[in-house]
């Protein structure tokens, strides 16, 4: 099975700041890699499609990049309801995987 | 728009059978080329794909699970159910049902159903 790693596994930042986040997937993918945002008690909602294909109705300020095995999850300038738990997920290979998860604070 | 709702026991005894229904709305799981999806996520841990059927209802299950899960559809309800057999303490997750487009390059999971707790306790 693939094996996603991000990075990192948490992340506390203040309003305004650009958050990256690194999934690294142990073999190539392509761009089968995808992003969503879990928000506590709610399910995951897709973010980023096909490593950097934005979603209808998600803001601009989120962008996906990277193709192979190196993926980033980047959000320019934070705003208060960004802070969640971010996943990656292959569709690449079965069994599609995760990455473990990075859970974004709000100072 | 397609919507997914997840219904079953929230309490499963050691042992037993897991059962869960995903009702499907706004779409039906007949048409398309999709992939009706399991997933799972244990308390404060990541998410983990039980198993796939695709539309009409070839299946593709976790390696990790294969031997205890079992994916199948009622398309007279429009809807797709997981039973998970010999069930243990780490059975105890919130489950989640999900649809993916299966074109390649389009596989990612979008709508999701908002899970259920299923505890697995005596």
Not at chain 1, 19 to 26: E, F, K
Not at chain 1, 90 to 106: A, H, M, N, R, Y
Request: aromatic fraction near 10%; glycine fraction near 10%; hydrophobic fraction near 30%.
């Amino acid at each position: 099975e693939i094996v996603l790693t991000q990075s990192p596994d948490f992340q506390s930042v203040t309003p305004k700041e650009k958050v990256t986040i690194t999934c690294r997937a142990i073999q190539s993918i392509g761009t089968d890699l995808h992003w969503y945002q879990q928000k506590p008690g709610q399910s995951p909602k897709l973010l980023i499609k096909s490593a950097s294909q934005s979603i209808s109705g998600v803001p601009s300020r989120f962008r996906g990049s990277g193709s192979g095995t190196d993926f980033t999850l980047t959000i320019n300038s934070l705003e208060p309801e960004d802070g969640a738990t971010y996943y990656c997920h292959q569709s690449s290979s079965l069994p599609w995987t995760f990455g473990q998860g990075t859970k974004v604070e709000i100072k | 728009q397609v919507q997914l709702q997840e219904s079953g026991p929230g309490l499963v005894k050691p042992s037993q059978t897991l059962s869960l229904t995903c009702t499907v709305s706004g779409g039906s799981i007949s048409s398309g080329s999709y992939y009706w999806s399991w997933i799972r996520q244990p308390a404060g841990k990541g998410l983990e794909l039980i198993g796939l059927m695709y539309t009409g209802g070839n299946t593709n299950y976790n390696p990790s699970l294969k031997s205890r899960v079992v994916i199948s559809q009622d398309t007279s309800k429009n809807q797709f159910s997981l039973k998970l057999n010999s069930v243990t303490a780490a059975d105890t997750a919130v489950y989640y049902c999900a649809r993916a487009p299966a074109a390649l390059g389009e596989r990612w999971f979008d709508p999701w159903g908002q899970g259920t707790l299923v505890t697995v306790s005596s």
